[in-house]
């Protein structure tokens, strides 16, 4: 259980990355793509809560 979590978080984690740097939010008006950071860590958050199965 606990491999699957860290491999659901770090694919999150790449995936949200990924979406930040092809799409972005280029004017910034949209909190949650226009900072690589904190895409990044919503991502590892709904990668953790998809292989919990929350």
Same mark, same amino acid.
């Given at each position: 259980?606990? $491999? !699957? +979590? *860290?491999?659901?978080? *770090? +694919? =999150? =984690? @790449? ?5 930040? !740097?092809?799409?972005?939010? !280029?004017?910034? =008006?949209?909190? *949650?793509?226009?900072?690589? $950071? %904190?895409?990044? @860590?919503?991502? +590892?958050? *709904?990668?953790?809560? %998809?292989?919990?199965?929350?």
């Amino acid at each position: 259980m606990t $491999y !699957k +979590v *860290i491999l659901a978080a *770090i +694919v =999150g =984690g @790449l995936a949200s990355f990924g979406c930040h !740097k092809l799409v972005g939010c !280029k004017s910034g =008006g949209c909190p *949650i793509m226009a900072n690589p $950071y %904190v895409s990044t @860590l919503w991502g +590892v958050a *709904i990668g953790v809560m %998809v292989a919990m199965g929350r």
